[in-house]
């Protein structure tokens, strides 16, 4: 899951698949890549789960966004940048969704006509659910969180987390992480 190293001055942490080095004091993060830079929205995550994590275990309970803390209000901006650029970007292209989850390092689970789990952080899953369309019925999609993300997580940064997860979907890596 992550953890320190024997000097104590460096936490290795999993973010998207990959560990991310956390040298302390001074909470300065590197990239799984050398000579990469983590984005902003990755490093605002990493930083966000140091500081909000209280080891909660995960539930297994799926929760749309508008069921976190606060969430209901925003659900409808989140869902345009999520689930909403996520069927933009494949439509009733099942087997382009499955390809881009796949190469983005999803896990394959039995939800909708089409679902990916992915591992944001320790304790932090997202699952992106894909809905084929049928006549006179348009595709959906929609990403949930485990229950317990907020002890992980503020609502707003769960917010971070799916936005970084659709685009990371449209546009997945060029190799697979």
């Known amino acids: 899951m992550g953890g320190v190293n024997p000097e104590g001055r460096e936490i290795i942490l999993p973010l998207w698949g990959n560990p991310v080095s956390i040298r302390v004091p001074g909470f ?49 901006a989140f869902q345009g940048y999520t689930g909403d650029l996520v069927i933009r970007r494949f439509g009733n ?28 952080l320790p304790h932090v899953p997202v699952m992106v659910v894909y809905w084929r369309g049928e006549e006179g019925i348009p595709p959906a999609a929609k990403l949930l969180f485990d229950e317990s993300c907020p002890h992980h997580l503020p609502t707003d940064v769960c917010a971070i987390a799916g936005g970084t997860l659709a685009r990371r979907l449209v546009k997945p890596p060029a190799t697979s992480p």
């Not at 902003?40 to 909660?56: C, E, K, N, P």
């Not at 689970?109 to 944001?120: K, L, M, P």
Request: with cysteine; proline share 4%.
């Open 93 to 120: 292209d099942m087997g382009a969704f499955v390809a881009a989850c796949a190469l983005c390092g999803g896990r394959r689970t039995d939800q909708g006509d089409s679902a990916y789990h992915f591992r944001v």
């Open 28 to 76: 300065v993060i590197s990239p799984p890549v050398v000579g990469k830079n983590l984005s902003l929205s990755d490093q605002a995550l990493v930083l966000h789960y140091l500081a909000t994590t209280d080891g909660t275990g995960e539930r297994g309970r799926w929760v749309s966004f508008a069921e976190l803390p606060e969430g209901r209000f925003y659900d409808r």
